[in-house]
């Protein structure tokens, strides 16, 4: 009976006196009622009952202190919040601590970089008057009602681990440092507004709207519609925001060929307003300008090799059927259109041309193309004048095609014919 | 022994020794994801496109990923100027995606 409440319990064990990079550990534990059995009471159980050289935190037991968040099968969550029964059945039990901060020993993780980003975004309310009664927000304005309940947050650090950005952008101060920030924004009663808006849009354009800190936040607040509320602010105050000025390092950059590493006090710890180092910096820049230009060129070259070079080769010639030869009486000179496709370069027309055509004797033809030697305006047959007449500009021509009047340089051309089965034929491009 | 000694371990990466992240991770990343993913298909089938021209199977495929991108894209425009309340933002994704989906085969079978 008791072996149908055995769970595998895989810790993550990092122990700091030995190093390396720390392995899960293996338990299993009776739990016979996961409904009421929080991952915190799995983990006292296993310290008291097998393995008390386990580290992990916890405080309150209760959700409100942000002491016990972790990852629990693969989300982040709070080990007092999050039951046994929560988790899929047929998992094991996996915890592991948080993502993006430094691992002290097994579940326990240096929060320092958290708070240093934190501080960053101006954390804390600077009043513009000084009163000496209570200054409140109305519960019905419509700056309460925005903030909700954003300011419930514990600072678990749980929305830092589950973001995919925080950690990949160095000024990125992450969803709990926005959320305190616009906070304080929509509050009308701080003095730091600005200071705090440009810091926050420094960074809060690092979001992807991946929702992540969202899905596994304990306290349901919403990283994202902060970091979205934020961002709209750009939009309404974008004359309000003032460049802070340049970190001293920018300078000394400009100056110096080859800058020393960043100081060590630094005002601005996220690194947002600091160079953080001018070689890399540049590397950068040229890199990305030189696959830039690597890819401007290929895509020129392809665009361009499929366009243009398919037009410099010569169009192949084709027999095109003009009509049946008996319709063509003997001395006559007719008009004719043809159609026929022609491919150019990446695409085919349909070319639609008259063909005048002079039948002498039964197996003579000739075939001329109607298009103007001069500039190129289809020319046409007058039976009263017996010659082949341009309207564009005056030119003129005699039966046999040669120039009698106008501006054409040349007679005008002939088309390649022959009989099949008595349809004549024309050779044309 | 002393504290000096002992060593943090570096950050865990997203992801890293995490035997059930993947499969518990959250569909707002997958849209992202899967967002970066077919821009850089649209790059590959455009060039395609203009080298082999009218290929129905080759027009299929890039109307198809750009529909894709697009409605992704306009997911984030809804949620950028809070056209959509935030708290539905996992409903959002179907409902663009499909309409994405409609608008598809209306142009397909408009063309075809």
């Known amino acids: ?429 | 022994m002393n504290a000096s000694q002992q060593e943090y371990r570096k950050p865990l990466q997203w992801g890293e020794i995490d035997p059930y992240r993947r499969g518990r991770s959250h569909v707002g990343m997958w849209a992202w994801l899967l967002q970066r993913v077919s821009a850089v298909m649209i790059v590959i089938f455009l060039c395609l496109h203009l080298i082999f021209t009218y290929k129905p199977y080759l027009q299929f495929l890039l109307l198809l990923t750009v529909i894709f991108h697009a409605s992704l894209g306009v997911r984030v425009i809804l949620l950028d100027f809070d056209l959509v309340n935030i708290r539905h933002h996992r409903w959002l994704i179907p409902w663009v995606l499909g309409f994405g989906l409609v608008l598809f085969a209306l142009a397909w079978f408009v063309i075809y």
């Open chain 1, 1 to 429: 009976m008791q072996n149908n409440h055995l769970r595998t319990v895989k810790i993550f064990r990092y122990d700091p006196e030995k190093g390396g990079e720390g392995h899960f550990q293996s338990y299993s534990l009776d739990i016979p009622q996961p409904e009421i059995t929080t991952i915190l009471d799995v983990l006292l159980r296993i310290q008291k009952e097998q393995d008390p050289s386990i580290a992990f935190r916890f405080a309150c037991r209760v959700n409100m202190c942000g002491s016990c968040g972790m990852v629990i099968n693969g989300r982040e969550g709070l080990a007092c919040k999050t039951n046994v029964a929560h988790l899929p059945s047929g998992q094991d039990i996996t915890l592991r601590p948080l993502n993006h901060f430094p691992v002290i020993k097994d579940l326990v993780v240096d929060m320092s970089p958290f708070f240093a980003k934190y501080e960053d975004t101006l954390p804390f309310f600077e009043p513009i008057e000084q009163r000496s009664e209570p200054y409140v927000i109305k519960p019905d304005t419509k700056e309460r009602v925005d903030i909700a309940m954003d300011t419930d947050c514990i600072a678990c650090g749980c929305c830092v681990s589950s973001c995919t950005m925080v950690n990949n952008h160095e000024g990125y101060a992450g969803p709990a440092a926005l959320t305190r920030a616009f906070t304080l924004l929509a509050d009308k009663r701080d003095a730091l507004f600005e200071p705090r808006l440009t810091r926050a849009l420094d960074s809060c354009y690092n979001c992807r709207t991946e929702f992540n800190c969202t899905e596994v936040c304990p306290k349901s607040i919403s990283g994202t519609r902060a970091i979205k509320y934020i961002q709209r602010l750009a939009v309404t105050h974008l004359k309000d925001i003032k460049p802070l000025p340049p970190h001293p390092a920018e300078e000394k950059a400009k100056n110096d060929p080859k800058p020393k590493a960043a100081e060590p006090d630094t005002p601005c710890s996220c690194k947002c307003h600091e160079l953080p180092d001018p070689s890399r910096r540049a590397f950068l820049k040229s890199t990305t300008g030189m696959v830039g230009l690597g890819v401007a060129i290929s895509l020129t070259g392809i665009l361009g090799v499929s366009a243009v070079v398919p037009t410099l080769a010569d169009q192949p010639a084709q027999w095109v059927p003009v009509g049946n030869a008996a319709s063509y009486p003997v001395g006559s000179v007719n008009t004719t259109m043809i159609t026929y496709k022609r491919k150019q370069a990446i695409h085919t027309e349909t070319v639609n041309v008259p063909i005048l055509i002079r039948r002498d004797s039964e197996q003579d033809f000739i075939c001329f193309n109607s298009s103007c030697t001069h500039l190129g305006c289809a020319v046409s047959w007058d039976p009263t004048t017996k010659r082949f007449e341009c309207a564009c500009h005056g030119g003129a021509f005699d039966v046999d095609g040669n120039v009698i009047a106008g501006p054409p340089p040349r007679p005008l051309d002939r088309l390649p014919w022959k009989l099949e089965n008595g349809i004549i034929m024309v050779e044309v491009v």
